[in-house]
C-alpha cells in the first residue's frame, strides 16, 4: 500500500512570475523575467468545467427509456490575483502594458495600459506555510505547500478602486497545459526527484522542503 503525506497549507507567502513564449517555453536570457513578490493579497483560482452530455428519452408510455449523463471535462483553471503591492515590471508584463521608465539604465515607474489582447505568457507559482504540527518533517525540515500553474495567459484587469483607503490592483487569467520544458527550467527544484509536469497539467501541488525563492522588487532573468 502507498504511503500518503499529510499537510494543512496556510497562507501565502511568495508568488513568482517568470515570461514564457507564445509556445508556453520559459524565456531565458535578457528578453525574459523572473519577479518573486510577497505583495500579493489572495490567489483564487476557480476549474472551469464543460458539463457533459445528458441524453434523456421516454419511451412510448412515458417512462424512462435512455437516462444517461457523460462526465464534466476540465477546461482550465481561471486565476484571480490581487495585489496590494504592485511591482511595475511584474504587473506591465503580466497585463501587458507599456513599461514607463527614466535613468539610465532604465528604472521602470510605472505602465500604461492600451486597448487590445493581453498576449504575454507566463507561469505562476504561490508557496504557502503548512499549519500545526506538520509544519517541520520528522527531521525538522521546514515544509512547504508549493501550488503552480505551468502556463498561464488571456490576461485581464479587475477592478481598481481610488479611494480613501488602500487600492488594490487585480488580475484575472486562464491556464493552458505545460510546456515540455516548463518542469526542467523553472519547477524542478520544488518537485519530487525524477519527477516531470506533462503537457496536459494545469496546476501542481506538492509538499516540499525546499525554500521559495527571495521576494525582491527588482527581477531577474531565468
Known sequence: MAVSTCATPIKGTHLRIVALDTCGVPVTGESGLVAVSSGFVQVVMEPQYEDGEEFFERNASGAACVNQKDDPTLKRMGLTVDWCEINVLLSSYVIDARTLSTGTPATGTGFAVAEGNA??????EVWQEVAGSGACDASGNQRYIYNAWPNVGATQLGSYTIENGRSTLQFISETRGASATWDTLVGADWLPAGES????EHWVWNVTTVAPPTAACDTTTL
Open 119 to 124: 498576449l504575454n505568457r507566463f507561469s505562476m
Open 197 to 200: 509536469v506533462l503537457t496536459d
